[in-house]
């Protein structure tokens, strides 16, 4: 069975420092990957998404993600975080046939320090 | 667009009772999930709808649970006779998806937590 998993539970940064989370997932066959973020009191949202082309993807508020086949990972990343990053984040993988079937990890919180 | 919806958004019962959670997806969107969620981890799939059939129920799914989407709109979750350990925040998500291939984001609702008594 496919899984999930997130090197931090939590990571608390001061403004302007750089963020990497990392994501490995353990699944042989084609993979859709994704990346949600979700804000306090909010629901999950999309942050980006990759499912083939160029391994590096761009998502919203300046996140970017990097896809190495080899390791199996999906790791996020943003420059400079800002306070309003704070949030929990999710990566998740969708496998299978039809592609039916979401994995998500445990989860990342971070805390951004003002 | 105007989100997933899920009703209620609290839902706290005694412990043997039945209880049917909604979720209306955005519209046309032809895949629907229910996930479940606890502290500290992230969503746990339950199953899945493509259009009116589900396609997918988990395998560590107890049979207490049912789902169905009759219309191929809304979808419906029922837990029967509940345990304490169904406690838990349960969201729904919706998705685009007329290849079938499963690189289409899903679009989450707020979630029904459940709290049993």
Known sequence: ?114 | DTGVSQDPRHKITKRGQNVTFRCDPISEHNRLYWYRQTLGQGPEFLTYFQNEAQLEKSRLLSDRFSAERPKGSFSTLEIQRTEQGDSAMYLCASSADPGGNGNQPQHFGDGTRLSIL
């Not at chain 1, 990759?50 to 300046?62: A, E």
């Not at chain 1, 975080?81 to 046939?97: I, K, L, M, P, R």
């Open chain 1, 1 to 114: 069975a496919q899984s999930v998993s997130q090197h931090n539970h939590h990571v608390i940064l001061s403004e302007a420092a750089s963020l990497e989370l990392g994501c490995n997932y353990s699944y042989g066959g084609t993979v859709n990957l994704f990346w949600y973020v979700q804000y306090p009191g909010q629901h999950l949202q999309l942050l980006l998404k990759y499912f083939s082309g160029d391994p590096l993807v761009k998502g919203i508020k300046g996140f970017e993600a990097e896809f190495i086949k080899s390791k199996f990972s999906f790791n996020l990343r943003k420059p400079s975080v800002q306070w309003s990053d704070t949030a929990e984040y999710f990566c998740a993988v969708n496998a299978g046939n039809y592609g039916q079937n979401f994995v998500f990890g445990p989860g990342t919180r971070l805390s951004v320090l003002p």
